[in-house]
């Protein structure tokens, strides 16, 4: 195309199969989603089922088509029971967890608010992928995705968003504006302040419907 230059063409092209081949899929259960996003077969798990759950997992991504054996990484949007009960089993069944700098800390304390009748299985520190929102690009297009990971706190401290170039954002429990609490608004307003500004316009949160949003 004329004054592009062949490096602005292949970028564009870049970004064009990036967006043909994502797709997503929803492998939740229990009202709670758990999203799939897939570039071809190279694939990223946003938020890792309830405790004791692993075989209504694995069964829920058979039923959807996706093998265990594509996941690349499995991301937490936050560390709590219904977000990253499997993060442990999922390791274990060859799932690197990938987690932002900014989590860290609220790892060890799922292990506090667990009940021997969970069976959770508390999540080792020394083999996750640790990164940051700033590298956080880089690492996403090495398995294909066109995307970075925010922090956007608010619901908690460590709460993160997976914001896709073409606008799909998954924002776990990120709470909705009009539901958050006084303590909770200013968080809330800057993390969504932050997904507009980077172009978000869909969000797929971990319950309820997939809606647009709002300007
Ligand atoms: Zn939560």
Redesign the pocket.
Known sequence: MAGEGIRGARARRRRMIARDQTTIVNVGYRSTHYWVVSAGRSRLLVDIGYPGTMGLMLASLERKDVPLGEIRYALAT?Y?L??AGLAQEMKLAGVPLLVLDTQVAAIPRMRDVMKPADRYVAITMHDNVVTSSAESRALLERIGIAGEILSTPG??DDSVSLLLDDGSVFT??LTPPWLATDAQAAAVQASWDLLRARGAKTVYPAHGPIRRLQR
């Open positions: 936050h709590h219904d977000h619901h908690s776990g429990d």
